[in-house]
C-alpha cells in the first residue's frame, strides 16, 4: 500500500505561501543588475543590419498616428521602450524606436500595407514571454504590440467555442472560461503575461497538452493580418469544416513571421471538476520511464500532466524560493509530478492512489506525496513552475526545449553537464565560475525536455561549448532542436539539425511567398 | 431511476447477426441495377476535358512499366477499371485507361515526376469510399492506387506512435494497435476498406473525433510526393516540433489536389479497456441537444461518441437491415447512441447509470437500452453505422454532410423535406416518385449532421431541387457545406458558400503555387 502517513496535509503547509509564484512566472529578473547587451553586440559576427529595410521618419510616425487616431497608442520615448525592446531572460535586446498598439484588426492592416509598401520592418509582440528571442527586435524594427487588442468576442456555451482578440492574456481567458465551466485547453507557466494570439503565432505545448492535444487540432480558426494587409479569417469556421486547405494552420508555430495573428477562435473543453496532484521521489531516470508507462495505463483518461524534474532543478529551485522540499525525505536523482483532472473525485482518487500502490509495491516509487486540496495542489505545482526562475536567478539561463525519443531524453543532460565540466566552466557555489549548473525536467509525456544551463553571466565561451554540441547530438537521436518554443533568433541557424534539405525548402519557399519584402519578423526563423 | 427492465441483454438478441454488416459498410450496392452514367455525360454542360492534359500513348505505359517492374502493377483493361472508376455511391463514374499501382514511396516519385513533365492528369486513390466524387477520375486521368503501399512501418509502445505506408486499411491498423494495446484515434464506417493515407487526405472526421480530437492534432508526420516527383516527408517528427511552418497540415484535407500521400506517423491513444453503448429514444430536437450538454458534462472524459439519428432514418435501416429496432416501445421522432470508453468498467458503468437515471428523471429520455456486451455493442451501433448502406438501398442517395451551429442543425432536414414535398418528389412507399425521404443523423457531438435524400434514381429534377438550396440555407445559418466528407467533384462550385473570397484566394494560390501544370486531381476542389 501507498504509505499513508506521506498523504499527511500537514506536510504540505510550507508550500502554500508560493502560490503567488505561479502568476508571475515571466516576471523579470535583475539580479545581476547588469544592463542588457544590444542583440546587434552580441551576435555581430552572425547577424548585420540589412539595407534593404527603410529607416523610419517623422513622415512614417505622422502616418501612423493619423492611423492609430491618439498618441498614446505608439510608444517612441526611450524609457518606455525599453520593455518593449528586452526579453524577459535579459539575453536579448532590439533598438526599435517605435511601438504601435493598434485597437483593431483594420489598424493592423492599415499599418502593414504601409510597412509592406514602404519596407518598413515590423515585429508582432504580444505578452514577451517567447523563449528564442522571436518578439524582440534585432535592429530597429517597428513593434507592433497586440496588447491593446484584449477583448473577449464570444463564448458559445453549448459548444464550448471562445473567439477572442489575439492580446487577451491567456490568464483572463482562462478565468473567463472557468466561470462559463470550461477550461483553456493549454496551460503555462507565463499565462500570466502571455498573449492568446502570442500562443498561437509560437504553437505552445505547455502542461497539458498530454491531455488536450496540440493547437494544431484544438485552435478552429484564426483572423490574421498579412504582410500586404489583406484581413484573412476563418475565426468563424464550425468545429469540422473540409473545405479547402487549412491555411491557419501554417500561422500556427509560424513566430509572426507569416502575419500578424488577431484574433483566435479555440474549442475549449468542460472544466475537470476533480483534480488531484501527486509528486513523488524516483531513484533513476529509467525508472521514471516505468512510472509513466503505468501511469499512463492506469490513468488513462483523467491523466492531464506527467511532469519530471531531476534534483538538481529541485536543489536550485528551493534556493530560490527559499523554502523547503515537499518531499523531506531524502534528496532524489528525480521527481515526477503527476496531475489527474476529472469528473469524479471518488473515482479519481481512487485511481490514483491504486495507481500509486502499484507503483510503491513494484519499487518504483522511493517516497511521495498527495495534494488534498487545491492550495496544496498549486504549491507542488510551483516546485515545477518556478524552475525557469530558479534558473535565471544567478544571473542567466542558456534554454533548450527539445523533443527526443524518450529512451534517451535524459542523457542530453548529462551530456551537457560533461561537456561543460570538461572545459571547467562549473561551480555550483563559487561564483568564480560562469556555470552554476545543467538541469533537465519537462513534459516527459510529450518526449520534451527542458535542458537549462544556469549561468552567472551570459558568456561566449559558455556559448560556444553548448552549440552546436547540444544541436549535434539532438540530430544523432533524431530528436528536434525546438520542442515547443519555437525557433525565433536563437535557432534560426540551426534547423538544419531537425529538418531535411527539401523540409527546409519547402519552409523558406513559404516565407518567401507570402511575405515577398521579408517586412516580418527578419533576421529570425529561418 | 434508469428502468432496470430496459437493460435487459435479451432484448438486443435480435441485433446480434447483424456485426458483420460493419466491415462492410462500403460494400456496393447494385440494387437498381442500372449502369452507372459516366460523370462527363451528367455534367457535360458543368466541365469539360481540358486540352491541356495530354492523352495517354503506347510510350506512356512502356515508361510506367519500366518504373512499376511488372505489368501486375498496371491495369488497363475494361472490366478491371470500372472497380477503379466508379464509385460506391454509383453516382459518378470515370473513364480512366490505366491504374498504376506502386509499391514504393520512389515509384510514386518517379510517376509523377513523369506525369508532369507530359502534363498528364493523375488521381490519387485510396480505399475509393470517398462520398463527394474525390478519387474518381473524371475524365482520362491516370489512376494511382495506393493499395499495394500497405505495410506497417513502426510502432513505438512507449510514444504510441504508428508509422504505416498510406495504403493500409484502417481497420488493419486498428487491430494492430488493438494486439498493443492502443488504438487509432479516428473511426468510421468505411473502416473496412478506407485507407489511413485517404483518411489523412479528406481530413477525415468520423465517429470518435469528439474524444481524440482532429487529424490536424493527432497526425505527428506525413510523407507525400508533390506533384513534380519531390519527396517530401515529416514522417520521423516527434510528438512536438515547432522548426518550421508545419507544411504536412496543408496536405490533411488536401483531397489529392497537393501531393500522394504515400505514408502517415500517428499517434495512438491507450486503448480504453472498457466500452459501454446506450441507444436512447427522445422525443424532440430541442431534448436531444439538452441530453447532449447533460451528457458532456457527466460523462466528460469518458464520452466518447454522441450520436443522433432521426425517426425516419431508423424506420430506413430497419427496412434495410430486416431486423426490429432495439427500442420496441415505439416509434420515436429522435434517436441518440451514447459510447463511453475508459479504464474502469465500475467507474464507467456507475458515471452512465447516473448519467441515465438523471435524463429519465428530467424527462428528458423517453427509453433506453444499454449493451451488456461487446457484441451488443456493435448491435446498437449497426443501427447508426448501417445508415449509408440504408440511405442507398432503393437506388441512390444525395448526401450533404454539413456543419451548422447545433441550434439549427436539424432544421435543414426540415427544410429540404419541405422542399422536396413542395416538388411533389417524394413517396416513402410508392415507387411512383423519384425520392423515399430525407432523413438526419450524425455527430451532434461535433455539430456535424448528415442529411441524406434517399431516392429510387439520380435525377437533376431532384439535384436542381436541392441545389443550390441546401448550400444557400447553409450559408445563411454560417455553417459549412462540407464538415468531413471534403469538396471533391460535388461540391467544387459550392465552395464560396462557406469561404469568404480572400479565403479562396488563399486557397487556389496555394495550388497554383505546388501544381503548376494543375495535374493532380483536376475539375476538383477548387
Redesign the interface.
Known sequence: MFKKQILLSARLGSCQALNPFRANAVSRFYASGKAVALTADTYSDKVQRDSKYKKLDEKDLLFFRDILKDGNYMISNEQDLEFYNEDWMRKYKGQSQLVLKPKTTEQVSEIMKYCNAQKLAVVPQGGNTGLVGGSIPVFDEIILSLSNMNKIRSF?S??GILKCDAGVILENADNFLAEN?YIFPLDLGAKGSCHVGGVCA??A?GLR?LRY??L???VLGLEAVLPDG?????I????????????K??L???EGT?GVITGVSILCP?R?TSTNVAFLAVSSYETV?KV??GA???????LSAFEFMDGKSQLLTGRYLKADHPIESGDYPFYVLIET????RD?DM??LETFLANAMEEGLVDDGIIAQDEAQSQSLWSWRESIPEASAHDGGVYKYDV?????DLYGLVEAAETKLNEANLVDIDSNDKPVVGAIGYG?LG???LHLNVCVREYNKNIEKTLEPFVYEWIQEK??????????GFQ?KNY?GY???D???K??KD??N?YDPNGILNPYK??
Open positions: 458559445d453549448v459548444s465551466g509560437t504553437n505545448g497538452l492535444g496540440s494544431h487540432g484544438t489583406t484581413i484573412y479569417s476563418s468563424d469556421a464550425l468545429r469540422k469544416d473540409n473545405t479547402g486547405y487549412d491555411f494552420q501554417l500556427i508555430g509560424s507569416l468542460s475537470p520511464q509513466f508507462v499512463r495505463k492506469e490513468l488513462s483518461e483523467i483532472s476529472g469528473s469524479n473515482h481512487e485511481k523533443s527526443i525519443p524518450l529512451k513534459h510529450d518526449g520534451n533524431q530528436g528536434s532542436i525546438s520542442a515547443e518554443h519555437g525557433l535557432k534547423i531537425s529538418k531535411s527539401v523540409e527546409i519547402l519552409i513559404i516565407k511567398h526563423y529561418v
